[in-house]
T-cell receptor, first 115, second 118 residues
């Protein structure tokens, strides 16, 4: 199993540009998540999904959109990129979201810079 | 508000020395507890977790952590540091039985960067 894969690894955007961060998991997990990691701040949840066709906002959803058309894929869309969106983005997945201490598995991350 | 506090954003130890990374949580109900490790330019990897049962939990790479309810702590230790342990370590909690929008919300601490020097 490849686990959770993310593309691209790095990207530089200009202010106002748009892009999609790709995330795929091959573990047949129902739950998927997008986090951003800012220095000294830990990880903050952007959006999550409990299954194909079902998504919901996390703590910091503004400026982002998601979709979940299949179990495997959970792309994150940035519209009108802003410098405040410079961060490292992590995708994660888990078998269930409500199990006893359910473990989330993380992808390698996408480092995004907005100039 | 529920939170996770990691004391010390940077910790430096000598190779072979004890590693102690501190984590405290604030919750009236003991949560599920996790330690993740992030090696340079990589994603987060689960080191260990505590859900129920024995309060001393052993993880990968020789790490262990002890859940102390009276101290609301879950400190991570390793008896002898190795150069390959240099990484960032995150403590995280899931609040039992409290679902946020249908899933167990994972709350992360700010992280502790561990440096190991010869």
């Amino acid at each position: 199993n490849a686990g959770v894969t993310q593309t691209p690894k790095f990207r530089i955007l200009k202010i106002g540009q748009s892009m999609t961060l790709q995330c795929t998991q091959d573990m047949n997990h129902n739950y998927m998540y997008w986090y951003r990691q800012d220095p000294g701040m830990g990880l903050k949840l952007i959006y999550y999904s409990v299954g194909a066709g079902i998504t919901d906002k996390g703590e910091v959803p503004n400026g982002y959109n998601v979709s979940r058309s299949t179990t495997e894929d959970f792309p994150l869309r940035l519209e009108l990129a802003a410098p405040s969106q410079t961060s490292v983005y992590f995708c994660a997945s888990s078998y269930s979201g409500t199990g006893v201490g359910d473990t989330q598995y993380f992808g390698p991350g996408t480092r995004l810079t907005v100039l | 508000a529920q939170s996770v506090t990691q004391l010390g954003s940077h910790v430096s130890v000598s190779e072979g020395a004890l590693v102690l990374l501190r984590c405290n949580y604030s919750s009236s109900v003991p949560p599920y507890l996790f330690w993740y490790v992030q090696y340079p330019n990589q994603g987060l990897q689960l080191l260990l977790k505590y859900t129920t049962g024995a309060t001393l939990v052993k993880g990968i790479n020789g790490f262990e952590a002890e859940f102390k309810k009276s101290e609301t702590s879950f400190h991570l230790t390793k008896p002898s540091a190795h150069m390959s342990d240099a990484a960032e370590y995150f403590c995280a909690v899931i609040l039992k039985g409290q679902f946020s929008g249908g899933y167990n919300k994972l709350i992360f601490g700010a992280g502790t960067r561990l440096a190991v020097h010869p």
